[in-house]
């Protein structure tokens, strides 16, 4: 129930098109909703994150839309730029406690 | 800036020899947690400290011992590195119960001999 299950585990798209990562959970208690992005021998940083009472949150060309019902959640890139090719992690959390992350999804935007 | 400083970056240590990761940061924020990360997978919590509270994870190898000696500082300290103790190590902090937004330091690449 603690799981968050991350897919796709890769993605190819060609530069200006659109990313879509899914995520599902069980655990109704979760409460927060990141999403990190790493890039080779880096540390994972925080791209965008949401809360359970909003549906979609949007910061430049990235948006978390966000499903309560079906216990699911995404992150779109719109736009995708070859800079943006990493491996992209989401998570959550229950009041502010330790991170479940989910398996991570290696994005490639080729130009 | 505000930040979490991981020393040092790289790590090369011998089989059975002991190492000691560090992490400082100037958040000021309560919470330290230590991460493994191996090759293509997520991190993977070791333990974390809010204040000087330890919690360990249940499957964390007693081979890892962390100390906190104060707010900005703390330390991962493998006492018989294995090789299958080589991976990446990340420090990350938090303010509990707040957000849950935790912010990671660079890591330390840990190489095994």
């Known amino acids: 129930q603690q799981q968050v299950k991350q897919s796709p585990q890769s993605l190819i798209v060609q530069k200006g098109g659109i990313s879509i990562i899914n995520c599902a959970y069980e655990?109704?208690?979760?409460?927060?909703f990141p999403w990190y992005q790493q890039f080779p021998g880096k540390g994972p940083a925080l791209l965008i994150a949401?809360?359970?009472?909003?549906s979609e949150k949007k910061e430049g060309r990235f948006t978390i839309s966000f499903n309560k019902s079906a216990k699911q959640f995404s992150l779109h890139i719109m736009d995708s730029q070859p800079g943006d090719s990493a491996t992209y992690f989401c998570?959550?959390?229950?009041?502010?406690?330790?991170?479940?992350f989910g398996a991570g999804t290696i994005l490639r935007v080729k130009s | 800036d505000a930040m979490v400083i991981q020393n040092p970056r790289y790590q090369v240590t011998q089989f059975g020899k002991p190492v000691t990761l560090s992490c400082s940061q100037t958040?000021?924020?309560?919470?330290m947690y230590w991460y493994q990360q191996k090759s293509s997978q997520a991190p993977k919590l070791l333990f974390h400290?809010?204040?000087?509270?330890?919690?360990n994870e249940a499957d964390t190898p007693d081979n890892f011992q962390s100390r906190r000696p104060n707010t900005s500082f703390c330390f991962l300290d493998i006492r018989s590195p294995g090789l299958g103790d080589a991976a990446m190590y990340l420090c990350?902090?938090?303010?509990?119960?707040?957000?849950?937004?935790?912010?990671f330091g660079p890591g330390t690449r840990l190489t095994v001999l």
């Open positions: 949401i809360r359970p009472d909003v």
């Open positions: 655990n109704t208690a979760f409460d927060y």
């Open positions: 990350a902090t938090s303010i509990r119960q707040v957000t849950g937004t935790q912010y």
């Open positions: 958040l000021n924020h309560n919470v």
């Open positions: 998570a959550a959390s229950m009041y502010g406690n330790k991170l479940v």
């Open positions: 400290y809010y204040d000087k509270d330890f919690n």
